[in-house]
């Protein structure tokens, strides 16, 4: 069983588990204001889009608290300088913005008449996207479970577990739902250029729950597919377009096309806060340039000529075209997604305020 969370709230400090450093050190970050937290999000002490989400709500629990504010209003404004600050740490993940959105909105109940009812406020509302998230992540495991075969041989990218949320992951919260199911039988694991998020990351969690896996490079899918044989993939989320076009780990959208050409299904796991629906098509998401280092070096090891020039895109847009369906905790989606998307959306946001 997983004895580690990614990240925890304790005492008015949000502690984090330095992902960076996983598998050959466990080191734990505390943090105690929004900047610390910025900036943890920006160097990937941690990293996928809900454990992104639910940290930057809780940047905003640390920022009320530092904040010397007397009255609401000035509360308010110190708010709204930590979200912007938080919102501008990464770009393409929905759900920073999301979760920043939902405390904002908490922040601004009329109801809220003091600044400690105030503070009180934004402190739940983060505590209840975290919780809310392994729920939701447990529901996409179910929803997804009459599609995967006995004896089901994935293929996942990058590291959507529990590191990546706050408990039980999306994707590979889909993989452990099979292996709970006896389902599972072997998970091929891309290794997710530049950082390694599959080979340090996935591979780990693999590991301590006990399901069977294997470590490929990220080139390695189609001899994977055409000579050991791949039953399904499935892939995490950074933001879904309202037509179904996929942001994920840069990687993804070659194996979706390698995918198809085997007649593998490709399925996308998709918390609903990771639907943009406010976007028609991938062409608008921003997709995130980091730096060239990570693609120049390996470690500390320089690999490249000095100088070289680099492009270091951090994410990609999978066209719908290529996605089998999109699991969501509400249901699953199937084209066409801009029917089938804001339905789902709808249902979630009618529950959350039911
Ligand atoms: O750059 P990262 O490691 O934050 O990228 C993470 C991914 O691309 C994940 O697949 C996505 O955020 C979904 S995590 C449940």
Known sequence: MTTYASLEWRDGVLRMLDQRYIPHRIEYLDLRDQHEVAEAIREMVVRGAPAIGATAAYGLVLAAQRSSAHDVAALRRDLMEAAELLRAARPTAVNLGWAVERVLDRATDPKLEDVDALRAAVLQEAQAIAEEDEQTNRQMGLHALPLIPQEARFIHHCNTGSLATVAYGTALGIIRTAHEHGKAKHVF????????????????????????????????????????????????????????DTANKIGTYNLAVVARAHNVPFYVAAPTSTIDLTMSNGNLIVIEERPAREVTHVGDEHITMDGARVANPAFDITPAAFITAIVTEMGIAYPPYDESLPRLVALAEERRTR
């Open 189 to 244: 694991v891309d290794e997710t250029r530049p950082r390694f998020q599959g080979s340090r990351l996935t591979a780990w969690e693999l590991e301590q729950l006990g399901i069977p896996y294997t470590i490929i490079m990220d080139s390695a899918s189609g001899h994977v597919m055409r000579t050991l044989g791949v039953d399904l993939c499935v892939v995490g989320c950074d933001r879904v377009a309202r037509n179904g």
